[in-house]
């Protein structure tokens, strides 16, 4: 206990709170991605009636079945007899108990024999198979209804990924948002190094105002701007004959949309950067194109990957952008759109639609883990000194 005490000591009370909010954090991002993954992998039935936190565990539920038609009775001796299996061939599932009514639905146990009165008897075995006896001959058209309680193990199937990819069109809509996320991520990026280096050391007039324009349109919302800039893009089209949906148009619109930020966060880095090394370069006779290109860069990368990781996972995730400036058609909806109709048509099927939103993820996670050493290190830069 003393040793405990004295280490928290050397930690620190402020940096313990940071460190275990951290990890609160953390696990509010884990629990539902986790989620997410594990209800995709299971099997619908037993989705529907639990949580994905039960997955490894046994499931027990009051289900109901059907014995066969009285017509399937046989005599023996002085009785009359219906048998059967209420589970089909290969079913793995195990009766507990079962009882023929729905109040007590576990009135007897797997294996015994119920007295139902009057010479009549039933009896299920935990596999299934049952014995229906009475000494007069059934009647009626229909068996009779029974209750059982089920064990059923944990099941596991990798189906509701492969009929996602290859029922829901879900892998042509995964391509057309590669084809859309990847230059809307580079383009913004290579416009705005240039834009951002001419803000932090080249001197002109007006370089303060468009700093401050910069910062000003990184807080105009979306949605005012994307008519205007829709209208304008339809004008131009029709002037130079160019259809209005097609994947150039929502590189631009995401560029557009995406350099106020990009401008902001690689300026705010560069204006960090050594002053010395940028003078020194200038003295040896170096151009600005030559400083951009060789020193300010390279040097520049962890705020390059940091806006990256932001632009790509924006675009990823957009649905109002991709819908208006590329459309909904088969070859052209992007995951977001797909998954939005499936939320329409496939409401109640959680194993497919759990599959399809963990598919979405999948690209944003590896491209947050490949880049996220740089992230914080680009956030920061340039957030004490500026110039």
């Not at 195990?94 to 009514?101: A, H, N």
């Not at 009626?140 to 990798?158: A, H, K, M, Q």
């Amino acid at each position: 206990m003393a040793a405990a005490v004295a280490q928290l000591r050397r930690i620190g009370l402020p940096r313990l709170i940071v460190h275990l909010s951290v990890l609160a954090i953390v696990l509010l991002w884990l629990f539902p991605t986790l989620g997410i993954f594990i209800s995709a992998l299971r099997d619908k039935d037993q989705l529907a009636v639990s949580g994905w936190w039960t997955a490894l565990s046994t499931a027990h539920r009051t289900e109901v079945a059907r014995l066969a038609d009285p017509a399937t009775q046989k005599q023996e001796g002085n009785l009359y007899v219906i048998a059967g299996n209420v589970w089909e061939a290969g079913d793995a599932r195990t009766i507990d108990s079962f009882g023929t009514r729905i109040q007590e639905p576990s009135a007897v146990k797997a294996g015994e024999t119920a007295d139902l009165g009057e010479g009549e008897t039933l009896q299920v075995n935990a596999d299934g198979s049952y014995r229906y006896a009475k000494p007069e001959a059934f009647d009626g058209s229909r068996g009779r209804r029974i209750y059982l309680t089920v064990t059923t193990p944990p099941e596991f199937t990798f189906d509701n990924y492969r009929t996602v990819l290859n029922s829901e069109g879900i892998g042509r809509a995964f391509i057309n948002s590669l084809t859309v996320a990847i230059p809307a991520t580079i383009i913004p990026i290579l416009v705005a190094a240039f834009a951002a280096y001419a803000l932090s050391w080249m001197r002109f007039a007006g370089r303060t105002l468009m700093i401050a324009m910069v910062v000003g349109l990184i807080v105009v919302p979306l949605q005012m701007s994307l008519i205007p800039l829709l209208r304008m893009y339809n004008e131009i089209g029709t002037i130079f004959g160019v259809p209005s949906k097609t994947y150039a148009g929502i590189w631009l619109a995401h560029t557009a949309f995406g350099m106020p930020l990009a401008i902001y966060l690689l300026r705010n880095y560069m204006v960090g950067l050594p002053k010395e090394i940028i003078e020194s370069a200038r003295v040896d006779g170096a151009s600005d194109f030559e400083i951009f290109v060789k020193i300010v860069l390279p040097l520049s990368f962890p705020a390059l990957a940091s806006f990256a990781i932001f632009q790509f996972l924006w675009v990823w995730n957009d649905l109002l952008v991709a819908m208006v400036f590329l459309g909904t058609t088969k070859d052209q909806i992007v995951l977001t759109g797909n998954l939005n109709a499936l939320l329409g048509s496939r409401g109640g099927n959680w194993e497919i639609l759990t599959a399809s939103a963990f598919i979405t993820i999948i690209v944003p996670l590896i491209v947050f883990f490949a880049l996220q050493r740089y992230l914080v290190r680009g956030l920061l830069a340039g957030s004490v000194k500026g110039g």
